[in-house]
Every structure is written in structure tokens, then in C-alpha cells.
């Protein structure tokens, strides 16, 4: 998925060029500025777009429009705006992350809502499984890393190939929830666990990722920091069935040596093993990927690349700057050796 074109391009397994899929538009099959690509299971492409929130899906061969659905589109009374955060489509079990916003230009109060949702194809909502609310003054308000810990956050959530969802709950706790298809909690799993401290420059690195302007005027914001990072950083299920979990020591070895550790849980939740992996290539810098099928993808030269990328791997899109320069982004893929 190109999202600077607006468009799938469709490359053959030696990595020949074959076509290209969809358009920049916004008419049936056609969508701007486009950030995740998936599988239906009935075999069409979804293709997301963040804003308006938006799926479009698309016929894999010849891009023929396949239908597409937005956000709050049936709902008139709604108000407000929504943007969808991230889709995925497994097991018979479609669930997206999104949020909807209001603004009170009177009061000067911005009402958010974060939240967590099993939807049918056509984007109806049949089970929401968390959710987030805030509000936020143009003057000023407070960001709490515990209070306000968003299960749906990209990378703190999965959908495994059961259709069984995974998501995780809290900032300060290794646990695990599991929730099935229908919406209802069917399980949990936890492990003891001493999250890692935290640095004053992870810390001011932090205060500074965030600022807002809304018409001019720029809300003070206060952050109350935790001394220790997430204990969990994030969360894989692959097509074996188990779930793969990145904890907060998890990358502590990868910028010098390339090594990365992953608690292995079964799929009923019973850890497996602890499972470290040696990329050929030193970490700092680069971004390993695990894949569904329990490949590994490893994104060269990420720190320093100027474009946005998605990788499907439930990390934070890279904001894009004016000069690309000769980087090249370089794609690795590795199978796992023991």
C-alpha cells in the first residue's frame, strides 16, 4: 500500500512488478491518503483511511470496487468527527480501534472517546470491548499515562486466527485479556513482571511528542509520567495460535546487538518459553516485524527514512519530513532458526 500515490501496488513472488490497485479519489473503490491494508475472509482487499473513517474494499485482481463503509455514516445525530486507528480482519472477526471526537466552540472543550469494537462488514458495531473518554480544554488539561492507558492503541491489541481478540488492559500489569468473537470476556492470562525504569530523557522524549493548535491557541499540557514503562510494549498472535508478547526488557538488547526477547504464551494462555531473536543486522536504527506467519520482516534504516510506513506490526507511524535525500527503505524478510 502506497499511501503517497493512493494506491495497492501488486508484486509477484520473486518481487516482479505486476499492477497496481485502486486510485486517489473519492468515489466507489477509490480513497485518500489510505494508512493499513488487509484480507477479508471472504477474499477481498480492505484498504483503511484514517480520515474520514473509512474501509474500502476492493477485488484483489482487478481492483473492481467491492463495496466500502464509513464511520458514523448512519448515525446523523452523531456530531462530531471520527478517525479509525487501525482494522484487522481474522477468524471471521473484523475489529477496529477508532475514536470520535467532538469540539464545544462556546465552552472551548474537546470531548474524545477512544474505544476498542467488534463490527460486521458493512462497519455496524456488534460488541465494544473497551473504551477511553477525555475531555480537554483549549487552556490547558492533563495526560495520565495510567489513567488514561488505551487498550486500543495499535501494537496493545490482536485478533487472532480463531477470531478470538487480545488486548491489554493495563499499563502497569503483565495481563492479557482474551475476548471471543461474540464480544465476551472468555479468558485472561498474567505473569509476574518488573517493568524497566525509565530514563529523564524517555521522559522529556515523551512530553515532547504531543502539542496542539486549535485555531491559534495552543492548550498548556501537563504529564503525569510513570517512573517505569509500560509493561507490556506489545502484542502478536500468529496462525499457530500463540501469542507472542513484547515486554517492557523485551527490546533492551536491540540497538547494540540486534536482540530482541518475546514471552511465548499457548493458546490457552499458558506460557510456552521465552523466545530471543538475533537479527542478522544490529537493532538501532531498524524495525523488526513479526508476521503472522511467523516470518520476520526487518524495515533497514527506519530512524532515517522520510515517509510514512505501516507495517502491520501494531507500531507508531513515522511522521514524514521534507527531505527523502538518497535513503531507500529496505524491506528484509527472515524465517525464525532455532
Keep these: 500500500l502506497d499511501s503517497q500515490l493512493a494506491e495497492i501496488q501488486v508484486f509477484g513472488p520473486g518481487g516482479?512488478?505486476?499492477?497496481?490497485?485502486?486510485?486517489?479519489?473519492?468515489?466507489?473503490?477509490?480513497?485518500?491518503?489510505p494508512t493499513n491494508l488487509f484480507w477479508t475472509d471472504d477474499g477481498r482487499i480492505a484498504v483503511q483511511q484514517s480520515f474520514p473513517a473509512r474501509v474500502v474494499y476492493l477485488d484483489p485482481q482487478d481492483g473492481t470496487p467491492?463495496?466500502?463503509w464509513q464511520?458514523?455514516?448512519?448515525?446523523?445525530?452523531?456530531?462530531?468527527?471520527?478517525?479509525?486507528?487501525?482494522?484487522?480482519?481474522?477468524?471471521g472477526t473484523f475489529a477496529i480501534a477508532a475514536m470520535a471526537a467532538r469540539?464545544?466552540?462556546e465552552s472551548g472543550q474537546m470531548s474524545e472517546n477512544a474505544f476498542l469494537a467488534i463490527v460486521d462488514q458493512d462497519g455496524g458495531e456488534r460488541a465494544r470491548l473497551g473504551e477511553v473518554a477525555s475531555e480537554r480544554s483549549l487552556a490547558g488539561f492533563t495526560i495520565d499515562e495510567l489513567a488514561d492507558h488505551d487498550p486500543s492503541e495499535r501494537g496493545l491489541w490482536d485478533v487472532g486466527p480463531h477470531g478470538r481478540v487480545y488486548t491489554v488492559p493495563r499499563y502497569d500489569a503483565y495481563h492479557v485479556d482474551?475476548?471471543?468473537?461474540?464480544?465476551?470476556?472468555?479468558?485472561?492470562?498474567?505473569?509476574?513482571?518488573?517493568?524497566?525504569?525509565?530514563?529523564?530523557?524517555?521522559?522529556?522524549?515523551?512530553?515532547?511528542s504531543m502539542s496542539m493548535n486549535i485555531n491559534g491557541i495552543e492548550p498548556e499540557i501537563t504529564w503525569k509520567l510513570q517512573d517505569r514503562a509500560a509493561a507490556i510494549d506489545r502484542i502478536r498472535v500468529l496462525d499457530d495460535g500463540t501469542i507472542w508478547v513484547l515486554d517492557s526488557h523485551g527490546r533492551d538488547a536491540w540497538d547494540d546487538e540486534g536482540r530482541m526477547t518475546f514471552g511465548v504464551f499457548a493458546p490457552d494462555g499458558r506460557l510456552v518459553r521465552d523466545v530471543t531473536l538475533a537479527a542478522p543486522l544490529a537493532g538501532a536504527g531498524n524495525r523488526l516485524v513479526l508476521l503472522d506467519d511467523g516470518r520476520v520482516m526487518m524495515i533497514k534504516g527506519l530512524d532515517s527514512i522520510s515517509i510514512n510506513v505501516t507495517a502491520g506490526d501494531g507500531g507508531d507511524e513515522v511522521a514524514p519530513v521534507d527531505n527523502l535525500g538518497d535513503e531507500l527503505l529496505e524491506l528484509i524478510m527472515f524465517e525464525i532458526e532455532r
Design 178 to 208: 482474551v475476548f471471543g468473537p461474540d464480544g465476551e470476556l472468555a479468558a485472561s492470562f498474567a505473569r509476574a513482571h518488573e517493568a524497566r525504569l525509565r530514563t529523564e530523557q524517555e521522559k522529556d522524549e515523551k512530553r515532547e
Design 66 to 68: 467491492a463495496g466500502d
Design 71 to 91: 464511520l458514523g455514516r448512519d448515525d446523523p445525530d452523531a456530531g462530531g468527527f471520527a478517525f479509525l486507528r487501525y482494522a484487522r480482519h481474522r477468524g
Design 103 to 105: 469540539f464545544d466552540q
Design 16 to 33: 516482479e512488478f505486476r499492477r497496481t490497485l485502486g486510485r486517489e479519489g473519492e468515489g466507489p473503490g477509490e480513497f485518500r491518503q
